[in-house]
T-cell receptor, first 114, second 111 residues
Framework: SQTIHQWPATLVQPVGSPLSLECTVE??????LYWYRQAAGRGLQLLFYSVGIGQISSEVPQNLSASRPQDRQFILSSKKLLLSDSGFYLCAWSVFAGEAYEQYFGPGTRLTVT | QQPVQSPQAVILREGEDAVINCSSS?????VHWYRQKHGEAPVFLMI?????EQKGHEKISASFNEKKQQSSLYLTASQLSYSGTYFC????????????FGTGTRLKVLA
């Protein structure tokens, strides 16, 4: 069966510091991968998605970037964090399930920028 | 283009029913429903593709109207475990692989 891992689970970082969040998927090949951010008490904001190695689509211009160095690895980065970057970061993957692509989320990383 | 969900919040007693709506200004390719417990990741519930489709498992079901601009999630005989925030995730066009999530509905079931 497929599983998705994210680490770290929680992170506290000072303003201006760099960021690297990693997501890996097991049990499938060539998944579509996604990064979402959820501010406290708010909805899910799509940040990036990727349909293959090296292919990244950015939805929200900001100080974040994403990379997909391997088929089942998706990385979210920032060179300098802002206070507004605080939130719950969710990696997700989608798989074709007979009729359409179904999307599943990883456990998330809770980031607090201080 | 963000779908609008209604109501924003609802409080129920165990055993009561609820309906959550997800409305778009444009026709959708698909609608996905998720439930998120506090502090946890959203959990996939179901996906609807066809206009007029109804789908469900146990006491949670959903429909997609003929024009494919509105989907409704039906929670029947609610249980305490149904508490959480419900999101619809929408795909505008087949093959975009891009999902836009609705505004969310907070549901609380009381004993």
């Amino acid at each position: 069966s497929q599983t998705i891992h994210q680490w770290p689970a929680t992170l506290v970082q000072p303003v201006g510091s760099p960021l690297s969040l990693e997501c890996t998927v097991e049990g499938t090949s060539n998944p579509n991968l996604y990064w979402y951010r959820q501010a406290a008490g708010r909805g899910l904001q799509l940040l990036f998605y990727s349909v293959g190695i090296g292919q990244i689509s950015s939805e929200v211009p900001q100080n974040l970037s994403a990379s997909r160095p391997q088929d089942r690895q998706f990385i979210l980065s920032s060179k300098k964090l802002l206070l507004s970057d605080s939130g719950f970061y969710l990696c997700a993957w989608s798989v074709f399930a007979g009729e359409a692509y179904e999307q599943y989320f990883g456990p998330g990383t809770r980031l607090t920028v201080t | 283009q963000q779908p609008v969900q209604s109501p924003q919040a609802v409080i129920l007693r165990e055993g009561e029913d609820a309906v959550i709506n997800c409305s778009s200004s444009k026709a959708l390719y698909s609608v996905h429903w998720y439930r998120q417990k506090h502090g946890e990741a959203p959990v996939f519930l179901m996906i609807l593709l066809k206009g007029g489709e109804q789908k469900g498992h146990e006491k949670i079901s959903a429909s997609f109207n003929e024009k494919k601009q509105q989907s409704s999630l039906y929670l029947t005989a609610s249980q305490l475990s149904y508490s959480g925030t419900y999101f619809c995730g929408t795909e505008m066009t087949s093959g975009t692989y891009k999902y836009i999530f609705g505004t969310g509905t907070r549901l609380k079931v009381l004993a």
